[in-house]
C-alpha cells in the first residue's frame, strides 16, 4: 500500500514537473510510465525459485496475454500523458479518482465483486464529482503552464484513460485467478516485467514513427537548470510508475483490484496538495468541493469493507469459518498457491 501511494504521488507530480521546465513530449512520458521494467528483473533473481506444486502455464498461454496487455497498457499510459500535459495537477489527479467508480463497474461484471449500496453510492459520488470539475472548467485558473484551450482534452483523455485502467485492473486479476494460478512475487515481477516491456516498445515505436525522436536533444538542452535535471526527472518518474505498478499488481493478486485501486485512491488529498506548494495550482471553491465529494466516495466504499470485517470477526466468533467477503465473491474460482 505504501508502495502504491508512495509511487503515485511522486510519478503525477514529477510528470507535471516534466512538461512545466520545458519538456513536451508526450511519446517520452508515455514510455517513462514503463520503461523502467527491465529494473525489477533484478528482484526477480532474489525471489525464491518456484515450489513443486506450482501450477506450470505455457508459453503459448502467457504471450499472448503479455503482448495483448501490454498493447493496452501502451497506449492507455499516452492518453494519460496527454492529459497530464492538458490539465493542472490538481485537476488531473481528481478527475483520475473516477478510476475507482469505472473498476467497481468492471469488478462486478468480470470478477463476480459484490455491488453494495454504498459502493454504488461511491460511484455515483465520484461521477458528481467529475462533473462538477468539468461545468467548472472556465474557471480554473492555474500559474502553471497547462494550454487553457486543451482543458476539455485533457478532462475526457483522463476519463476514457481510466475506464481503460480499470478495465485493465480487472483483467489481471481475472488472468491470475484463471490461467497463472499462482499468487508468487515471482509471478507478479514476471507479469510487470513482460507487459511492461510490450508497452515499452509500443510507445518507442510510436516516438520514431511521429518523428517526436528528432525534438529530444533540443528538449534536453532548454530544459530548466539543464541536462542533469531532465535526465534526473525522467529517471524519477520511470521508477516511482514501476513503484506504484509491482504495489498495485500485488494488491490485486492478494486481495482484488478494487482493493488495489482503492489504495490508489487515498492519493488524492495528497497530490492537490503538493501542486499547490509546487506547482501554484490554485484550490479554487469548485475544486475544493468536487475533493470533498471524492473523499466522500472513497469514505463510502472503506465503510463498506468496515461492515464486511465485523460480518467476518462475527462469523469467526460463532465458531465458523471467517472468509473474506471479497474472496467469497469468487465463487467457483481456482484456489491460489500460497506466496
Given amino acids: 500500500m505504501l508502495m502504491v501511494l508512495c509511487g503515485q504521488t511522486v510519478a503525477t507530480l514529477l510528470g507535471r514537473l516534466y512538461y512545466n521546465s520545458g519538456g513536451n513530449s508526450k511519446w517520452m512520458a508515455t514510455i517513462t510510465q514503463s520503461a523502467g521494467s527491465p529494473l525489477l528483473a533484478i528482484l526477480m533473481l532474489f525471489t525464491p525459485p518456484p515450489s513443486a506444486g506450482e501450477p506450470h502455464q505455457s508459453a503459448a498461454k502467457m504471450v499472448p496475454i503479455y503482448v495483448g496487455l501490454g498493447i493496452v497498457i501502451g497506449f492507455n499510459n499516452l492518453m494519460y500523458s496527454y492529459a497530464l500535459q492538458y490539465l493542472p495537477v490538481s485537476t488531473f489527479s481528481l478527475v483520475a479518482a473516477t478510476q475507482l467508480g469505472f473498476n467497481s463497474i468492471t469488478s462486478r ?113 532548454a530544459f530548466k537548470n539543464g541536462r542533469a535535471r531532465y535526465v534526473a526527472t525522467l529517471v524519477g518518474t520511470t521508477v516511482s510508475w514501476q513503484v506504484m505498478a509491482v504495489g498495485t499488481l500485488r494488491l490485486i493478486v492478494r486481495v482484488s483490484s478494487l482493493f488495489a485501486n482503492v489504495t490508489g485512491t487515498l492519493a488524492l488529498p495528497l497530490v492537490p496538495v503538493f501542486a499547490v506548494v509546487l506547482f501554484g495550482d490554485k484550490m479554487t471553491g469548485i475544486k475544493a468541493v468536487a475533493m470533498l465529494m471524492a473523499v466522500w466516495g472513497f469514505l463510502s466504499y472503506v465503510y463498506q469493507h468496515y461492515i464486511d470485517g465485523r460480518r467476518t470477526a462475527a462469523f469467526a466468533g460463532n465458531g465458523r469459518a471467517a472468509e473474506c467477503r471479497v474472496c467469497a465473491a469468487r465463487a467457483g474460482s481456482e484456489p491460489y498457491s500460497s506466496a
Fill in 109 to 221: 461484471l468480470i470478477n463476480a465483486q459484490r455491488f453494495t449500496v454504498l459502493i454504488a453510492n461511491s460511484v455515483v459520488v465520484l461521477t458528481f464529482s467529475t462533473a462538477l470539475l468539468g461545468i467548472g472548467s472556465s474557471s480554473d485558473e492555474t500559474t502553471s503552464s497547462v494550454p487553457r484551450g486543451k482543458y476539455l482534452a485533457g478532462f475526457i483523455l483522463t476519463l476514457v484513460a481510466s475506464a481503460v485502467f480499470a478495465l485493465i485492473l480487472s483483467l489481471l486479476e481475472v488472468i491470475f485467478e484463471k490461467v497463472v494460478r499462482t499468487q508468487t512475487l515471482r509471478w507478479v515481477l514476471r507479469m510487470q516485467v513482460y507487459t511492461n516491456l510490450v508497452a515499452t516498445v509500443v510507445t518507442v515505436t510510436g516516438l520514431f514513427a511521429s518523428g517526436d525522436w528528432k525534438t529530444i536533444p533540443g528538449e534536453m538542452a
